[in-house]
């Protein structure tokens, strides 16, 4: 693994092997420093909406994932994306509940 050390502005990078390109065994990387009113950890469906909101009230927003957004847990979910609205006919929050448990196998 590689030591990292912070330097003027910059940042060192000390490996086990050696770079051709590094000074004396040191790589360095630039570093951007970002100000943001709010970040949004998560782009699952949840985050994405929060970053959208924040951001249409005037809010500089930053949304940071460790994966794809199309890889969130909200696009893998089975069944995808249910709730209990009773628009088209009579419906229970229980019966939603009772049909996600379901769904997961019973856990």
């Known amino acids: 693994l590689a030591k990292r050390s912070y330097q003027n502005g910059r940042i060192f990078s000390r490996s086990a092997s ?5 000074v004396g065994g040191r790589s360095s990387y630039t570093i951007v420093d970002h100000t943001y009113d709010a970040v949004v950890v998560g782009a699952g469906g949840a985050g994405l909406r929060a970053a ?17 957004p199309t890889r969130s847990h909200t696009v893998a979910a089975q069944g995808g994306i249910n709730a209990a609205l009773g628009n088209m ?12 448990v379901k ?3 019973w856990l």
């Open 52 to 68: 959208i909101g924040l951001s249409e009230l005037g809010f500089n927003t930053a949304c940071i994932t460790k994966l794809f």
């Open 89 to 100: 006919s009579e419906d229970d929050w229980r019966w939603h509940m009772y049909d996600t």
């Open 18 to 22: 050696s770079d051709s390109s590094a």
């Open 103 to 105: 769904g997961s196998d």
